[in-house]
């Protein structure tokens, strides 16, 4: 396991950040290209919109995501890391939802993001994350969602829709009860 420095850990115990990627084109230039912003709502990574697929390929064995979104249940997408903290605190809150849920109509898809393969193996046997892991997804998840810090948790309905990103904590139960209470 990798070391954290003692404000990620601090700032994750108190629950005030997520885990950030390196700094962008944008980070680095100060200034945001027009296109570039037009082209992210356009590409399905909001709430309403259609999702946005992309692949991981470990050990020789490709995941999509629409392996599992779009097949018809409600799919709780996790993009995490094993040396995230903030990813680490959520994931009791993603294993009860999963053990009180899971069935026909939703299952929880971690999604290892900048991580290790080997390290991201370890946590989910350390924490014991019993749902479907996408080993090895690296940027690809990231690139294809726009996301800039994890935990990313992302709700998708059955037909693919985004109903709900950003969710942490007690939102994540909410949004997933709510979600299945409107297709009973």
Same mark, same amino acid.
């Given at each position: 396991?990798?070391?954290?420095?003692?404000?990620?850990?601090?700032?994750?115990?108190?629950?005030?950040?997520?885990?950030?990627?390196?700094?962008?084109?944008?980070?680095? !230039?100060?200034? @945001?290209?027009?296109?570039?912003?037009? +082209?992210?709502? *356009?590409? /399905?990574?909001?709430?309403? $919109? =259609?999702?946005?697929?992309?692949?991981?390929?470990?050990?020789?064995?490709?995941?999509?995501?629409?392996?599992?979104?779009?097949?018809?249940?409600?799919?709780?997408?996790?993009?995490?890391?094993?040396?995230?903290?903030?990813?680490?605190?959520?994931?009791?809150?993603?294993?009860?939802?999963?053990?009180?849920?899971?069935?026909?109509?939703?299952?929880?898809?971690?999604?290892? !993001?900048?991580? @290790?393969?080997?390290?991201?193996?370890? +946590?989910?046997? *350390?924490? /014991?994350?019993?749902?479907? $892991? =996408?080993?090895?997804?690296?940027?690809?998840?990231?690139?294809?969602?726009?996301?800039?810090?994890?935990?990313?948790?992302?709700?998708?309905?059955?037909?693919?829709?985004?109903?709900?990103?950003?969710?942490?904590?007690?939102?994540?139960?909410?949004?997933?009860?709510?979600?299945?209470?409107?297709?009973?």
């Amino acid at each position: 396991m990798k070391k954290l420095p003692l404000s990620l850990i601090l700032a994750a115990t108190l629950g005030m950040v997520g885990c950030q990627k390196t700094k962008t084109a944008v980070a680095e !230039t100060g200034t @945001e290209d027009t296109a570039v912003a037009e +082209a992210t709502v *356009e590409t /399905g990574n909001q709430e309403g $919109q =259609m999702f946005v697929d992309f692949e991981a390929t470990y050990e020789g064995k490709t995941t999509k995501l629409s392996d599992y979104v779009g097949k018809g249940r409600y799919v709780l997408a996790d993009f995490w890391a094993s040396w995230c903290g903030p990813c680490r605190m959520e994931v009791p809150n993603l294993i009860a939802v999963h053990d009180k849920y899971a069935g026909d109509k939703f299952t929880v898809l971690g999604v290892a !993001t900048w991580d @290790e393969p080997a390290d991201t193996k370890a +946590a989910v046997d *350390e924490l /014991g994350i019993n749902y479907p $892991q =996408m080993l090895n997804a690296q940027q690809a998840g990231s690139d294809a969602y726009d996301i800039e810090g994890i935990p990313e948790i992302i709700l998708f309905a059955p037909d693919g829709t985004i109903l709900a990103r950003g969710l942490r904590g007690e939102a994540i139960e909410k949004a997933v009860s709510e979600a299945l209470a409107s297709c009973e």
